[in-house]
């Protein structure tokens, strides 16, 4: 009877890994519809409080809500069969389009018919600046942080900025805004189960140390751990969802590692627009061109391994910090670390933003078409993938 239970929840979560467009925010929306409304797995007062909880741990904020429902019922089985199902879908799609643009640079296909689709990705990623910043709090120490970490992240394009600036904007809020917290009552010890805390930073230390000393061994093994090492990393400090990595990504991968063209990067973004499920499924796009050296299974696996390490931090955080939220909600400094967690995770946004948009400056056609997608996003209530859909006909069809 419990296993019926359990493949009738996996069925339902494998529905939404088809139906959940729209990245996180819609994501949530769906979530509170078919799984609390309709299905009734969990309360609603439960349900916000999780979603609330996965907004101040790093991760894909929407996939770390279902897999906590899913502990919920089932226990970590459960929990880690969810995030399967979940990512499993969006996961194939991204590596055939990963493998089918390996292919095209393997035999130098032009990608030329993406050339309209490129600053519509610009306008986009501009557009997304937008709902993160209107969700920053309204303080002088908000807006502070939110510049200063979009400057930082722009002229220090390097990928360990990242998680510094987003541990430093927590750290000095929750100092910051400790005594300005309400005070709630607390009742008895907090109570600890440590092993996914240890496990999560004894992967992230022990994926760091051999992928260092592997960094000189030129072979496929070698980078994919390296790339292991680096999905693992960033996903253990991204705060705010998809829109935080793109940049993350974009610096690490395109400018500082130069694994991918940017033209390359921004191409796989968009076709991750058309993809249900999680936004993070966008890195196995980046993990299989980052293997195109190598055969078919090794870009396959370097898609398996980017996935593996961007979705297991996140997984592992929400699996520790579930079992004693309770008490650990009422404290003064979780709350208060929150206002510089988001300021800096839109100023990172931000400065993804402007790197893009300095590659436009010479090209007015361009310019044009990232200005009028970013219009067409704003004033609009369309799905971007529409009007990428459109970009990519005119560029079969523009001479």
Not at 225 to 251: A, D, H, K
Not at 262 to 278: H, K
Not at 330 to 341: F, I, P, Q, T
Request: include cysteine; charge should be positive; proline fraction near 4%.
């Amino acid at each position: 009877m419990k296993k019926l239970r359990y493949f009738i929840f996996l069925r339902d979560i494998l529905w939404l890994s088809f139906n959940a467009f729209g990245g996180p925010q819609a994501h949530i929306a769906l979530f509170l519809r078919f799984l609390v409304k309709e299905k009734r797995y969990i309360n609603e007062k439960d349900f916000l409080e999780l979603v609330a909880l996965c907004q101040i741990l790093p991760g894909p904020s929407s996939t770390q809500v279902l897999t906590s429902i899913g502990f919920r019922r089932g226990g970590a089985k459960l929990a880690y069969l969810t995030l399967l199902v979940w990512s499993l879908p969006a996961f194939v799609f991204m590596t055939s389009v990963g493998l089918l643009f390996s292919y095209f640079a393997q035999y130098n296909i032009s990608l030329s018919f993406m050339r309209f689709v490129l600053p519509v990705m610009v306008g986009l990623v501009i557009h997304s600046v937008i709902p993160l910043f209107q969700h920053i709090k309204d303080t002088k120490t908000s807006y502070f942080l939110f510049v200063a970490s979009a400057l930082l992240a722009f002229l220090f394009r390097s990928p360990y900025v990242f998680p510094l600036v987003m541990v430093f904007g927590g750290i000095w809020t929750g100092f910051k805004r400790f005594h300005e917290q309400e005070k709630e009552e607390k009742k008895g010890k907090l109570k600890i189960k440590w092993g996914n805390f240890v496990l999560f930073w004894g992967v992230l230390i022990f994926s760091a140390l051999l992928g260092y000393f592997l960094r000189d061994i030129s072979s496929q093994w070698s980078l994919l751990v390296r790339l292991f090492e680096n999905f693992y990393r960033n996903g253990s400090f991204i705060y705010g969802g998809g829109q935080v990595l793109i940049p993350v990504l974009l610096t690490e991968f395109v400018i500082f590692k130069k694994y991918l063209t940017q033209d390359e990067f921004l191409s796989g973004y968009s076709f991750a627009q058309f993809v249900p499920g999680p936004v993070f499924s966008f890195v196995a796009f980046v993990g299989v061109l980052s293997m195109r050296e190598y055969g078919l299974w090794e870009r396959i696996l370097g898609a398996f391994m980017a996935s593996a390490g961007v979705f297991l931090p996140g997984t592992f955080i929400i699996f520790f910090v579930i079992r004693f939220w309770e008490q650990l909600k009422k404290y003064r400094g979780v709350k208060a670390s929150l206002e510089g967690l988001q300021a800096c995770g839109a100023g990172l946004v931000l400065a993804g933003a402007m790197q893009l948009a300095v590659t436009l400056v010479n090209n007015y056609t361009d310019i044009g078409v990232a200005l009028l997608a970013f219009l067409f996003f704003v004033f609009t209530k369309y799905s971007p993938a529409w009007f990428i859909l459109g970009a990519l006909v005119l560029g079969f069809l523009a001479p």
